[in-house]
């Protein structure tokens, strides 16, 4: 794994639960630090298995295929990382880049027991501030990330900026559902389901970032917008599950 010899701010307590405040970049790092062990089993555990199918259908989105050179932004355990490796297999290569140290270990660990080892590089980096040259990638995928920026418009244009001309990127996420009724959905799967899981495994503090950083995030349309301001030429939303979430698809 590459360390980026950058050292990071000092990690402060995650917020409470309701708070609205957008943490720091030090206070995200943090938490996905303390989560990274149970991370993959909550995801299972919460999507039912099904963020399986979502992150499949945002790697054919972003259009990787054999032979490419492709990056997973915020790779955080592995998961797109690892299909996509799978994707641009033979010849390609894969880098997963995440700032947290915690994370990357986890996804390192994934790969090492995958056989034939996987193409993968994993780098610690700062989505705002990629340390790729303009056009290295043939595609790209974000996963659940975007919405933990502390500056998504600078996400989007260092996405940008990495991809070759033509190339797409994946942005998966949650959103506030537009309809009224799934909007209550989601506030219910929030209050009901996640909090109460996080609650037992004795993870509070750590799960009460979802539900603000959901709410703060911006619906498909606007999410169009930022792409197409941070310089993609063209972009559209594929709402997923209801609308509880969708996939963002941007070209350079
Ligand atoms: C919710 S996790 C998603 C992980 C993975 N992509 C997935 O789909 O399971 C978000 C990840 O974004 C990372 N992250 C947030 N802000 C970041 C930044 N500025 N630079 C790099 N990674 C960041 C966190 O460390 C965390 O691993």
Known sequence: MTVDPTPMPTPQAPPDRGDTTPPTAATVQALFDRIAPVYDDFNQQLSLGLHWV?????????????????LDLCCGSGDLALLLARQVAPGGQVWGVDFSPAQLAVAQQRASRQWPHPAITWQQGDALALAF???????????????????????????????????????????????????????????????????????????????PSVDRFPQGDCQVALALGAGFTHAVHYPLAGGLMGVLVATR
């Open 54 to 70: 979502w992150k499949r259908m945002a790697v054919a989105w972003s259009g990787a295929a054999p032979g490419h050179t492709c």
């Open 133 to 211: 040259e303009d056009g290295t990638f043939d595609a790209a995928t974000l996963g659940y990330g975007l919405r933990n920026l502390t500056d998504i418009p600078q996400g989007l244009r260092e996405l940008r900026r990495v991809l070759k001309p033509g190339a797409r990127a994946a942005v998966l996420d949650f959103h506030p559902p537009s309809h009224g009724v799934m909007r209550q959905f989601q506030r219910w799967y929030l209050d009901t389901v996640l909090v109460p899981t996080a609650d037992r495994c004795g993870l509070t503090a750590e799960y009460a970032y979802i539900a």
